[in-house]
């Protein structure tokens, strides 16, 4: 790896923390026409709700650990689209209202769909937009005693989605690119407690707007690695290795 390549590596990886559900990838695919890639990734999600409005004493924060596949396809005139499935074992520090943290024990799947393309494609300079949702499947549930008083909390329907541009440039062969964002995600909790009775809230992740980096390079003809950086309520990083055909 070249030497302001790595400068660019090591840069992305000083603001990593997480990236919701995976990568965006770069402008320009590598999936031609009619063509398909077959990836896997990991993203480390760490995420801030929004407690205004809810019995909250303290703001919930969401850190989990994802892992996925996925299968692009190329749909022509330098757009592709993205589907993939995962996997998400999460944690959230302050889940209860009476305090504690919850930690779970069994993972969240989730699905995936995403859109991205093409609409400059000059010599030194490319600019495409691109769209992503994510549904998180299944409930995260665990209680908590404290001073006699028992809570069952559950964290569900969880999901999220962004759309932003990005700019790309190339980098002695690596590819850079980065741009603004709008995202919005939410998840729904349940809470009961003994003798009180329960409640359902809707937390929303913190702030909207937002800002991505990420740097691609190709290992061989047809795969390439990429890596990611989220600026969003919380800081963050995915990782995908990407084959193409």
């Known amino acids: 790896m070249k030497k302001s390549v790595f400068v660019a590596v090591f840069a992305l990886l000083c603001c990593a923390g997480s990236v919701f559900a995976g990568t965006v990838g770069p402008v320009k695919s590598a999936v031609t026409t009619g063509g398909i890639s077959l990836g896997i990734g990991y993203a480390n999600v760490n995420v801030e709700w929004d407690k205004e409005g809810t019995s909250f004493p303290q703001t919930p924060e969401m850190a989990s650990h994802q892992v996925f596949t996925q299968l692009g ?9 993205t589907l993939r499935g995962g996997a998400a074992l999460i944690g959230v520090d302050d889940a209860y209202l009476v305090g504690g943290d919850l930690e779970a024990d069994d993972a969240m799947p989730f699905v995936t769909l995403g859109l991205q393309g093409t609409v400059f494609d000059g010599e030194v ?33 969880m999901w999220d989605a962004k759309v932003g541009c990005n700019f790309q440039v190339e980098l002695e062969g690596a590819q850079l690119y980065a741009g603004p964002m709008y995202y919005i995600s939410e998840v729904e909790v349940k809470n009961s407690q003994a003798g009180v009775g329960s409640s359902i809230a809707t937390l929303e992740e913190k702030d909207h707007f937002g800002f991505m980096a990420g740097i691609q390079w190709k290992l061989k003809r047809n795969l390439a690695l990429e890596l990611e950086v989220e600026q969003r309520s919380a800081v963050g990083v995915g990782l995908t290795l990407n084959k193409s055909f």
Do not use: C, M
């Open 125 to 157: 300079l490319k600019v495409g937009p691109y769209v992503q949702g994510s549904y998180f499947f299944t409930a995260v549930e665990d209680d908590v005693t404290k001073t006699a008083t028992k809570e069952t909390i559950a964290y569900r329907d």
């Open 73 to 81: 396809f190329g749909t022509g005139h330098n757009w592709s689209a």
